[in-house]
């Protein structure tokens, strides 16, 4: 309640004799919370309320530059109290791609979404961003032992288990750093895609870094959110990929490569998300999450099934499912 007084008192200061109430916007996996103001002749604005003893707001200044310069829609800063950790924005409204997305107007939003994150791509410079490198790369991947497997189904593996594991995680490593880099969100997905004109805004991109063309894509087409059918998401994967040549982005010359690429960035991912969705109910006491592990596991395991050196991961999932004795093998 303490720091709401202190943000109601810096909107009044900002916008003297102006009216206005505070409510809820939205919150995070992190500390941050958005409040959303609304004064009385109908003009929104939102808070980000980070405290600095937690979040640092400047990361996400400097990806709100670069994402504004880009010609994406992000929101618009109007004021900023850096030793508070308080920014005043523009609103982007409180409809998601999430809350809004039907089957008859699918097509239209990933086809924005994709035009969006060319143009955030095409702006790339390296040194703006922190590196998407190995050591990143790695530490998501030891979420999946540490937190996933040790701690939330509260199994050990063995020393053989663990030497498999480890790798198949220098494999997904070595494909994941071949790809071209350009700018990554990180989570760019149906919960921080708000229906907007233009279309998308685009929200939650602080963790921005600089790292493997993929990445967003495996995010957008492989939610762990909403489920689309894997034909239509080649489609979208497809329609993409076509874009960006056309645009001038390195990927892939061969589709075939580039879906490769795709595949196992969203091993990557799918691994570091069923770790954090672990780590956020065991050791912060959010359970939100645990209802969305599911479909993860299954785009992990399809994955997995389709490439022959990911087989020890494959055998880990069977093991976590109680799978190995349908399939007839041991470790």
């Keep these: 309640m303490e720091r709401q007084r202190q943000i109601s008192e810096w909107i009044e200061r900002l916008a003297p004799g ?62 900023t109290d850096l030793d508070r950790g308080f920014l005043l924005l523009s609103d982007l409204g409180a409809t998601t791609y999430l809350a809004a997305l039907t089957e008859a107007n699918a097509d239209e939003h990933y086809r924005a979404a994709i035009d969006a994150l060319i143009r955030i791509q095409l702006a790339s410079r390296p040194n703006e961003l922190p590196p998407y490198d190995r050591a990143l790369l790695q530490r998501e991947l030891d979420l999946f032992p540490d937190w996933y497997l040790a701690q939330h189904l509260k199994l050990t593996l063995s020393e053989s288990q663990s030497s498999q594991l480890a790798a198949v995680f220098e494999k997904i490593l070595a494909v994941n750093l071949a790809e071209p880099a350009v700018y990554v969100h990180r989570d760019y997905h149906s919960r921080n895609l708000m229906v907007a004109t ?13 790292g493997p063309i993929s990445y967003d894509l495996v995010s957008l ?15 979208w994967l497809i329609r993409y990929w076509q874009a960006a040549r056309k ?74 499912e109680n799978r190995q004795a349908q399939a007839g093998y041991t470790f």
């Design 247 to 320: 645009a001038g982005l390195p990927v892939r010359a061969d589709f075939g490569d580039f879906h490769r690429d795709y595949e196992w960035m969203g091993v990557q991912r799918h691994v570091k998300v069923l770790g954090i969705f672990a780590r956020l109910y065991h050791r912060d006491g959010k359970d939100g999450y645990l209802k969305d592990m599911p479909l993860v596991a299954k785009y992990l395991r399809a994955a997995c099934q389709r490439y022959r050196d990911l087989t020890p991961l494959l055998r880990i999932l069977d093991l976590a």
């Design 221 to 235: 087409f492989k939610d762990a959110y909403i489920e689309w059918p894997e034909e239509r998401t080649l489609d």
């Design 18 to 79: 102006r009216p206005f109430t505070l409510a809820p916007a939205s919150a995070d996996a992190s500390f941050r919370r958005y409040l959303r103001a609304t004064f009385d002749d109908g003009t929104t604005r939102i808070v980000m309320d980070a405290p600095p003893s937690h979040e640092d707001v400047r990361p996400w200044l400097h990806v709100q530059r670069l994402c504004h310069d880009a010609g994406a829609h992000v929101p618009e800063v109007f004021a």
């Design 198 to 210: 233009p279309n998308p805004g685009i929200v939650d991109f602080q963790d921005a870094v600089y």
